[in-house]
């Protein structure tokens, strides 16, 4: 049974950071792309960042470029998003998900998602 449970969000002050962390199981996590994706209220999902599976490869969304890193363990099937410099526009729900195929920023795009955690960042 594939599982992805995200942690780490809170609440912060614009300025501040926050590291997600999504713990990945049953699935051949070392083989998938994985990404990191949020949604805030009335909003579409969109793609945070993104990283191969060997993390040789990154992407980022412009809005965060320069502000979020995403690293991966593949030996601790764990993923991670490192924001820096939060403004209150990141304050959304966000969620790794999981994918083989070839990494993209598109939330149709995976197949696998957690439940997310939640980010909320005051002015």
């Known amino acids: 049974q594939v599982q992805l449970v995200e942690s780490g969000g809170g609440s912060v002050q614009a300025g501040g950071s926050l590291r997600l962390s999504c713990a990945a199981s049953?699935?051949?996590?070392?083989?998938?792309?994985m990404g990191w994706f949020r949604q805030a209220p009335g909003k579409e999902r969109e793609g945070v960042a993104a990283?191969?599976?060997?993390?040789?490869?990154?992407f980022y969304a412009d809005s965060v470029k320069g502000r979020a890193t995403i690293s991966r363990d593949n030996a601790e099937n764990t993923l991670y998003l490192q924001m820096d410099s939060l403004k209150p526009e990141d304050t959304a729900m966000y969620y790794c998900?999981?994918?083989?195929?070839?990494?993209?920023?598109?939330?149709?795009?995976?197949?696998?998602w957690g439940p997310g955690t939640q980010v909320t960042v005051s002015s």
């Open positions: 049953g699935y051949s996590y070392s083989g998938a792309c």
């Open positions: 998900a999981a994918d083989p195929s070839p990494c993209s920023l598109r939330a149709l795009d995976y197949k696998y």
């Open positions: 990283i191969s599976p060997s993390g040789y490869s990154t």
